[in-house]
């Protein structure tokens, strides 16, 4: 089965500090990440880093189980799923932080993944639906960072 994948970014008025810092601080997780109704470290974790999982759930109640493989502050973050919703066969992501001058960053999510049969013949529905919930995410976070954080400069 063949993977999907695509991408979106947005730039947000702050340093990739700050911005990495806040999405990666799961005390802050739901108060920007509309797409969830539950994040948590697991396995005892207080913090994200390599090999620390973390237990998210969507409002729609599918949940997934992603692993960090990467954790680069404040350049980006990696996660795997190991374990997930029914419809999907693996999935990846990273987040990217890119200084754009020094309270300006253009945030970047970048999903890759496959689907189970009978639902990868929706695939292009399923990618639709995908790529519109991540672009929410990110205005959300924009909206939050900026309205609520103090920028550094200040």
Known sequence: M????????????????????????????????TFLRKAEL??????????VSANCVAKNGLGMITKYVSFNRPE????????????????????????L????TEVSFIYSYGLKWPFALFRMRVKRKLQSEVRQRL????SNIEANLPLSNN
């Open 139 to 142: 205005l959300d976070l924009k």
């Open 2 to 33: 063949p993977r999907d994948k695509f991408s979106e970014k947005i730039n947000i008025n702050c340093s990739r500090e700050v911005a990495f810092d806040f999405t990666q601080d799961y005390s802050n997780r739901l108060k920007w990440d």
């Open 42 to 51: 697991i396995g005892g974790a207080t913090e994200a880093g390599i090999g």
């Open 76 to 99: 980006g973050t990696a996660v795997i799923m190991t374990k997930g919703p029914f419809m999907f066969k693996s999935f990846a992501g990273s987040w990217k932080f890119v200084k």
């Open 101 to 104: 001058e020094p309270e300006l």
